[in-house]
Each structure stands twice: as structure tokens, then as C-alpha cells.
């Protein structure tokens, strides 16, 4: 561990309560590697849809073998990839994790933020630029990894990798190593936050380059076309395909442009399958899991995502995407079961957030679905509140979701009282058609909100200093995201299609059974905890999952609930 981690260490030693007693027999015996899985944008209802059409070593290993939740919904309403990662890992919500979406407005700076930007840590090799820099800078609570190395005084390690760098860094927590691709190179990297210099084995990793064995590659459907059980065509005018890569198979990768190319990888298979590849290389290089004390490895991974986005959850793509997915976990467990033992492994799968469909093809099924403009409803609630009270300076600063940020130098130069502008663009923006909900943040400071499921999800999802000055919620079916037009797809609603994530755990004294009960994706990080017998997360708000603990602490929970 270098010296920022050693320092990090240090202060997560002084602000972290005193650890927690666990009575014996709620720990397990401890086994010698955690794998937890993201994939990125994975609805609760496809392992269940596909459960039949998968191999026997992925996604069954887990349904064969371990615990499956079958009705996890996450419990806030900004369901994108960074929150839902930090949930994942800290347990925690928006105001304890820190993190308010993938991207803010930070008054304190005067600018727009991105959720794990760093300018004090860059990317290693780089010559350091704004906005650029990489780290766990904005998450406020430790991870159950962090814990972990904790509880070990350090012995234990953490290491996470993924596609997206806010799919590495939150996971990795504060005293993890965390890598991500570079899509404009093809190269796994990281930051001066972790390394001063690239490990030697992460060079001769890069100088092989691994990702450009893919550059005449050709995405085809790994089985018969008449095989698949997703209803859409293959074809749809309202798919939003990445530059070359077509709305149907076969998808060549081959571009032009290199980076072009290397931006694609994120959209096929093959990026997921270059993922696994780096991780296999860390696990043997770094001895992962194959120590004295139990390492962790968190792997996200990405593609699942970027396919639904482009080409919708129900497509041809998104379908063939998950078998080829099953058969990269499939490689990987297989690994991971030779290298330090599944029978010796812990191993998490569960998912960021879940999906919505595209809204035009929805909208030619009868549902009543669009898609937001942000820079036109920022214009509009500007033009109602400067007829209101007579000015034309603008009101509005940015929409990042699910927040409008008022300007205040606007309201003060006025003599306007915040809290009255505040109600008064909420009562602007429910005129545009497809808002559903309008919160001032005064209203949410107070917890001064009607007691119905959907406000409670954005209650939680409200972060006291970064989150705007009224929170929207959009109509169902709608699409809400800054860029109107960057995607078919979207997630980041409070509705069921964006909160349902499958939960899945496999390893030492887990059972094997179905779980119907309503949990949620907070409840992994303290449930993992428990399991180890260490601290909770500091921000955890979550409930153990009494079904996956040993019987002696299986019995104590369920006592405890009673």
C-alpha cells in the first residue's frame, strides 16, 4: 500500500465507530476471496427470462448453488451507475455515500461535477488536465471492502476493475486498487491515488495489447436467430447504435479511427470478455485470494449496459449480450475455482440499476412515453419565472438529474427569498408534459413530503449539499437524461424497470434456494459484513439477509427480527 492509502487508512481508523460485537457464530468461516459482480444495468426480470437458455458454469453456478433474490428493488429514485454502485458497496444512501448521481453542479466551485473526478490524482502516464483526474475523493462511507481491510489491519486486499471508471473507483472503495478501460486507447489505467507508477505487470499488459486483437472482429449471434425469446425485431428505427456499429447483426467492430474502434468494444460482448481477461492477469499477478487473509475482487462489468442503451433491454442484441455474458462468467468462475477454489470463494453478483425500454418503440405500442429536452425545459421554467417576477435573468443554471440548480446570485440580486423562487419553479416545470413529481429542496431539508413510495425513494436520493434546488421525478416510461438524444435507452427513475436488480450469493454455508421476500441491494453490504464477522459500513442503512448467513447466525437473526 503506498503512502495515500496508508493516510487514508489512518483517517478512516479515526472517524469510523468503534467496531461492533459479533457474537461467533455469525461469522463464517472465512474463505479466502470475495468476488463481487456488477453488471451494469441488469433488470430483475432477465436471469429469469433466460434462466433456461443458460450454460451450466455462469449464471446457473449461482442459481444452482447459492441464493437468489427474485424481488430486490433499490429504494432511491436516482438510479444511475455511480449511486447505484456506492449503494452496492457502502449500503448507504445519496446523503451518507455522498454521491448524488453521476454528475452534479457544485455551487461551492461554480461548476459541473463529475462523480469520481479528482484534479489532485491523474491518470497515471498522462499529462494532467481539468476534470480528469480519478478517485474516491466524493465517497463519504467506507465500502464493506474497506472494512474488511480494516478488520485485518490491512492484511487484506482489495482490487476492482471495470469497463467505466466509476465502475472500478466506487467498488475499490478508499484503500482498494482500482483499474478501468481507457476508450481511447484500449488500455487498462488508473491514478496517482493509487500508484505512482504502473505496476510492471499492468505494462507489459498495456504493450501487448490486448484489445486490438478485436479490431477485425465481428459481433454475430452466438446461437440460430430462431432460438432467441426476446419479441423485438433486430431492426428499429428508434435504436441509437454507436457511430459504425449498424442497428443489426453482424456488428463489425473495425473502424477508421482507432479510438473509434476502441469506443465500440464498450458496445459488444468482446468488452466484457477484454474485462475478465485483465482481471484473470491481476489475480494471477497480484496473488489474489491466494494469501493468508481473504482478498476482495470487484469486477463490473459494462457492456450489458452500453447494449441496452443503444439498442434497447428487449433487443436482439441486448438478448445474445447476455449469453455471451454467461459464457464469460462461466470462463471466469472456472478460473477463479482453479486458481484459489469456488469452494473457498464468496461470490456477489447484482446489478447498478435496472432498464426502461425505448421510449418511441413503447410509444408505438399505445403507452403514453417520451423524452425529456432538458435545455428546452430549463428554457421554459427560465421564461415562466422571469414573467413571474418581472427579469430577464436566467433562473436556472443546469438540470443534471434528477436536479434543476437555481442561480442564486439571480435570486439575491433580486431580494427574492430562495424558498419562494424554489416553489415557484417547481410549479413551472410540472407544467412541461412528463413530470410526474416536483420537490423543493426546502420541502426535502424538512422531510416535508407527502409519505408515498415514490417520495421516499427521492427522499433518499436527496444529498443535503449537492443535490439541486427542486428534485423532479418524470412521468413512467419517459426518458430523463441531460443528453436527449446520446442513447434509445434510459434508466434513473424511481419506477420498478429502473429499481429491479437481481441479488445473487454463492460460497461457503450459503444455501441453495429462491428468495420471493422483498429485499433490496442496500441490504448486500452489511449482509457481507456479517457474514465476515466485520464492522457494517459506516453509512450502511440496510438489513442482513438472514437466508445466506450459517444456521447458528441464521437462527440468531431471525430472532432478532421477531
Not at 505512482?196 to 454475430?220: G, I, K, T
Request: some cysteine.
Amino acid at each position: 500500500m503506498n503512502t495515500r492509502n496508508s493516510l487514508a487508512a489512518t483517517a478512516l481508523f479515526a472517524v469510523l465507530a468503534a467496531p461492533a460485537w459479533v457474537p461467533e457464530a455469525t461469522a463464517a468461516e472465512h474463505p479466502k476471496l470475495i468476488l463481487a459482480i456488477t453488471i451494469d444495468g441488469l433488470r430483475g426480470d432477465i436471469p429469469l427470462r433466460l434462466a433456461d437458455r443458460f450454460g451450466e458454469g455462469g449464471f446457473r453456478y449461482l442459481m444452482d448453488n447459492g441464493s437468489f433474490y427474485i424481488n430486490a428493488h433499490y429504494l432511491h429514485s436516482t438510479t444511475f451507475t455511480a449511486v447505484g454502485h456506492a449503494t452496492l458497496f457502502t449500503g448507504a444512501n445519496s446523503a451518507q455515500h455522498g454521491l448524488a448521481g453521476n454528475d452534479w453542479y457544485d455551487y461551492s466551485r461554480g461548476q459541473d461535477v463529475y462523480c469520481v473526478e479528482d484534479d489532485r490524482h491523474s491518470i497515471i502516464g498522462r499529462e494532467p488536465r481539468a476534470h480528469e483526474g480519478a478517485s474516491p475523493r466524493n465517497l463519504t462511507a467506507s465500502t464493506y471492502g474497506d472494512e474488511l481491510v480494516l478488520a485485518t489491519n490491512q492484511a487484506s486486499r482489495v482490487f476492482a476493475v471495470s469497463i467505466k471508471d466509476r465502475g472500478a473507483i466506487l467498488p475499490g472503495g478508499r484503500l482498494g486498487k482500482a483499474f478501468w478501460y481507457s476508450s481511447s486507447s484500449g488500455e487498462f489505467i488508473t491514478s496517482t491515488y493509487y500508484y505512482d507508477d504502473y505496476p510492471e505487470w499492468v505494462v507489459e499488459w498495456n504493450e501487448a495489447r490486448h484489445a486490438d486483437r478485436y479490431m477485425d472482429a465481428v459481433w454475430e449471434l452466438l446461437g440460430e436467430a430462431g432460438d432467441y425469446i426476446f419479441a423485438d425485431p433486430d431492426d428499429r428505427p428508434s435504436e441509437r447504435p454507436y457511430k459504425h456499429l449498424g442497428r443489426s447483426f453482424p456488428h463489425e467492430l473495425a473502424a477508421e479511427e482507432p479510438a473509434d474502434f476502441y469506443g465500440a468494444l464498450r458496445y459488444t460482448p468482446m468488452g466484457d470478455e477484454l474485462t475478465v481477461e485483465f482481471a484473470k492477469e491481476l489475480v494471477n499477478r497480484e496473488g489474489v485470494g491466494q494469501g493468508e487473509a481473504t482478498d476482495m475482487l470487484a469486477i463490473s462489468l459494462s457492456t450489458n449496459d452500453y447494449i441496452a442503451h443503444a439498442f434497447g433491454p428487449n433487443s436482439l442484441e441486448a438478448e445474445d449480450g447476455m449469453l455471451h455474458l454467461d459464457a464469460t462468467l462461466a470462463d471466469l468462475f472456472g478460473f477463479i475455482d482453479e486458481v484459489v477454489g469456488l469452494d473457498e470463494t464468496l461470490v456477489i453478483l447484482s446489478s447498478d440499476h435496472g432498464f426502461d425500454e425505448i421510449p418511441e418503440h413503447q410509444h408505438e405500442l399505445g403507452l403514453d412515453a417520451g423524452r425529456h429536452y432538458p435545455e428546452e425545459f430549463v428554457e421554459t421554467v427560465n421564461a415562466g419565472l422571469q414573467e413571474r417576477y418581472g427579469s430577464d435573468e436566467n433562473f436556472v443554471i443546469t438540470f443534471w438529474n434528477p436536479s434543476l440548480y437555481l442561480n442564486l446570485d439571480t435570486v439575491e440580486k433580486l431580494g427574492l427569498e430562495v424558498e419562494e423562487v424554489e416553489r415557484a419553479l417547481a410549479e413551472e416545470i410540472l407544467k412541461v408534459p412528463g413530470v410526474a413529481y416536483a420537490v423543493t429542496r426546502t420541502d426535502l431539508l424538512a422531510g416535508a413530503l407527502t409519505d408515498t413510495p415514490i417520495l421516499r425513494k427521492l427522499q433518499r436520493a436527496f444529498h443535503p449539499e449537492l443535490s439541486g434546488s427542486v428534485l423532479i421525478i418524470q412521468d413512467q416510461f419517459w426518458y430523463l437524461y441531460p443528453n436527449a438524444e446520446e442513447f434509445a435507452a434510459m434508466h434513473g427513475s424511481p419506477y420498478a424497470y429502473d429499481t429491479w436488480v437481481p441479488v445473487m450469493m454463492a460460497g461457503p454455508g450459503i444455501p441453495q434456494q429462491v428468495v420471493s421476500r422483498p429485499v433490496a441491494p442496500e441490504d448486500i453490504a452489511i449482509t457481507v459484513a456479517t457474514y465476515m464477522g466485520t464492522k457494517p459500513p459506516s453509512g450502511s442503512v440496510g438489513r442482513v439477509l438472514h437466508e445466506v448467513l450459517p444456521e447458528g447466525a441464521r437462527v440468531l437473526q431471525e430472532e432478532a427480527a421477531e
